[in-house]
């Protein structure tokens, strides 16, 4: 391409604000370029204010329904044996703002989604020296922030609990570290639980609390927030939120990309909850034909997303539609439209992108 050409816009890279107080920042993801999220760009959700650290009384208490508590400080989970995960980790709420009819809630658009190496205490590590009750049958993460929220009258902490389940608790970390840096204050710090598959809402933030219970957890993060409801309000066949959906975005073009004939690469990213990404479909022509993409990651492994690149050779000016849709080892797709629902999650419907390839005569 010789001459003089326009060039299309795209955002430059930083953290784009969806809600001020509690403080919520979603990852400008078209110009992320790396497999791993720079700390710096993941993004950020926070039901609460942040919360105050005192590292001179910081601890970890685990207790509940056992025989005896136990507590750890900072120094002692630091000297713990430490395994590396690398796991990307998707809000529930990612991608509400394309739901139609719109649901109330952050409006996330493609970017609250991040893939981090996550380092810390393998939480059965921890779980292995306790002895529960008989009567525990989940375990509660009390992270240290607390607020009040608009449809309760005293503060809460935000508190989220998963089943006794082995494999689950097995793939599980206590990490300290997010991409060999001390987890970032707005991520967590010190301590966050990393629940390698799930939504974002497991990843407990600042745990300083570890309880086993004896009836199914209902803290309102749990019984009223993160439910798929099929009728607003109707909590009659509430389903919980738990393991990721298959999913995937592209990153290159971006909506509205004016493109110039040539050979062009569609890229992007996808991911899905349990197993892996089997194969990645890209059509640009608004689903009618669809085509193989490769994958390109350096790994594709379980938890983390994975790149993939389409080499399209762009001859005819026009409006096209660019549409991406996975697949994962255990046969789920991404629908065209993701089950609407009355609190906006889970939306992995395939996503298009509409670009123009303009015709300029010189
Ligand atoms: N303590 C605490 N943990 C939390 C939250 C929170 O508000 N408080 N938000 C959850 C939700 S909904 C998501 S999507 C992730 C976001 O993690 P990040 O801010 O590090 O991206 O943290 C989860 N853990
Ligand atoms: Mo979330």
Not at 62 to 68: A, N, Q
Not at 174 to 183: R, T
Not at 333 to 339: D, E, G
């Amino acid at each position: 391409m010789n001459q003089d050409l326009p060039r299309s816009i795209n955002d430059k890279p930083g953290l784009i604000p969806r809600q001020v107080m509690p403080e919520n920042l979603e990852s400008p993801i078209n110009n992320v370029l790396t497999w791993v999220t720079p700390n710096e760009l993941f993004y950020t959700r926070s039901h609460l204010t942040y919360p105050t650290i005192d590292m001179h009384s910081w601890r970890l208490s685990i207790g509940g329904e056992v025989s005896r508590p136990l507590y750890f400080n900072y120094e002692q989970l630091k000297q713990m044996p430490q395994v590396d995960k690398f796991v990307t980790i998707e809000c529930s709420g990612n991608k509400r703002a394309m739901f139609e009819p719109p649901v109330p809630g952050e409006q996330w658009k493609l970017g609250a989604v991040g893939n981090a190496k996550w380092t810390g205490v393998p939480l059965t590590f921890l779980l292995d020296q306790i002895k529960p009750k008989d009567t525990a049958v989940e375990i509660v993460f009390t992270g240290a922030d607390s607020g009040i929220r608009p449809d309760m009258d005293t503060p809460v902490n935000f508190e989220r609990s998963l089943p006794l389940d082995k494999t689950l608790l097995g793939e599980c970390l206590l990490a300290l570290k997010m991409n060999d840096e001390p987890i970032p204050y707005k991520h967590g710090f010190p301590l966050r639980l990393i629940v390698p598959g799930w939504y974002g809402m497991a990843h407990v933030k600042w745990v300083t609390q570890i309880g086993f219970v004896s009836n199914p957890f209902k803290g309102p993060f749990q019984a009223i927030d993160y439910v798929y409801l099929t009728n607003e309000g109707d909590y009659s066949n509430a389903v919980p939120v738990t393991e990721m959906k298959v999913n995937s975005i592209i990153t290159w073009p971006s909506k509205g990309e004016i493109i110039h004939p040539g050979q062009h690469s569609v890229r992007g990213l996808a991911w899905t909850g349990k197993g892996t990404i089997s194969n990645v479909e890209i059509s640009v022509d608004n689903g009618m034909s669809w085509n193989v993409a490769k994958l390109t990651s350096p790994e594709h492994g379980q938890y983390t997303w994975t790149f993939w690149e389409y080499a399209w050779n762009i001859t005819n000016p026009g409006h096209y539609f660019v549409l991406a849709r996975a697949h994962d080892s255990n046969g789920n797709v991404q629908p065209k439209a993701a089950p609407w629902n009355a609190k906006g999650y889970g939306n992995n419907s395939i996503h298009t992108v509409a670009i123009t390839i303009p015709q300029i005569l010189h």
